[in-house]
């Protein structure tokens, strides 16, 4: 009998309660909050992102974030020395470097590991020293995941943003077909991988249904359906389509 698949896991970003909360100033809605709802509702973790011009998240929120979570926290963040101190001061279960520009609205992009190896590869030493779990945010790319390994991470987060961007059809089969060969490379190489970035409930299914993919993270989409619906109610569906998508894999190989 064949191993049964893996538990897809799923990470919320919180970032973007944060975002409300700031337009308005104050403590309401608390980012520290949702993430606590988060995981009552079925986050196998937490994800948020501190900026360097901390427009959303702040150092405050890491810290309580850090002591009042009861499940992993993953800190996304830019590779600079004053990112290294903030995340080796709180050691957070994982952090996931992302390529970060303060004019941009979100990150546009996974960062170029292969032409920044020498800068990132003692980064990742010093992090992984710690003891903190450290992923790559990278587009699917070969050439990326071989560079990903080089540096020492043993983690690497595969940008959906261009596929969810793509519309329905040839075009985004082919951006799904990118994903899949690169997560399939990515297990060949040792590498654990995750995807991630503009997933909502139209899109998460193929995705979610790549045998080698072990974690989403997904926020944006969260935050707002929560408007609608309530955050709880909004993960629990987003966990139950992905759970959909695993079902047939797993009944293939049990």
């Known amino acids: ?21 700031n337009a308005r100033g104050g403590m309401h809605p ?22 360097e011009d901390r427009r959303h998240i702040s150092d405050d929120d890491i810290e309580r974030l850090r002591t009042q979570l009861h499940v992993p926290l993953n800190l996304e963040m830019a590779a600079t ?9 709180h050691k957070p279960h994982a952090v996931c470097l992302v390529p970060e520009k303060r004019q941009e609205r979100t990150t546009e992009g996974g960062l170029d590991v292969a032409g920044q190896h020498n800068q990132l590869a003692p980064f990742v030493r010093e992090l992984s020293d710690a003891g903190i779990r450290v992923s790559m945010f990278i587009e699917a790319e070969i050439r990326q995941l071989e560079a990903s390994r080089s540096v020492g991470a043993p983690v690497v987060e595969l940008h959906t943003g261009l596929y ?14 990118r ?10 190489l040792g590498l654990e991988c995750h995807a991630g970035h503009g997933l909502g409930y139209d899109t998460v299914g193929p995705v979610a249904a790549i045998s080698n993919l072990a974690e989403l993270n997904i926020g944006h989409f ?30 293939a190989v049990t």
């Open 1 to 21: 009998m064949a191993t049964a698949l893996r538990h897809l896991r799923l990470g919320v970003n919180v970032d973007h309660v944060a975002t409300v909360r």
């Open 30 to 51: 608390d980012p520290v909050r949702a993430a606590l709802m988060a995981a009552e509702a079925g986050a196998d973790g937490i994800t948020a992102h501190l900026r």
């Open 81 to 89: 020395d004053e990112m290294l101190k903030i995340a080796l001061k």
């Open 164 to 177: 969810c961007e793509t519309p329905a059809g040839a075009s985004r089969e082919k951006q799904l077909l």
């Open 179 to 188: 994903l899949q060969n690169a997560a399939g490379h990515a297990e060949k």
């Open 222 to 251: 969260l935050v707002g359906e929560a408007i609608f619906v309530g955050f709880s109610a909004a993960i629990g569906r987003m966990r139950i389509l992905m759970d959909a998508a695993r079902a047939p894999l797993t009944a």
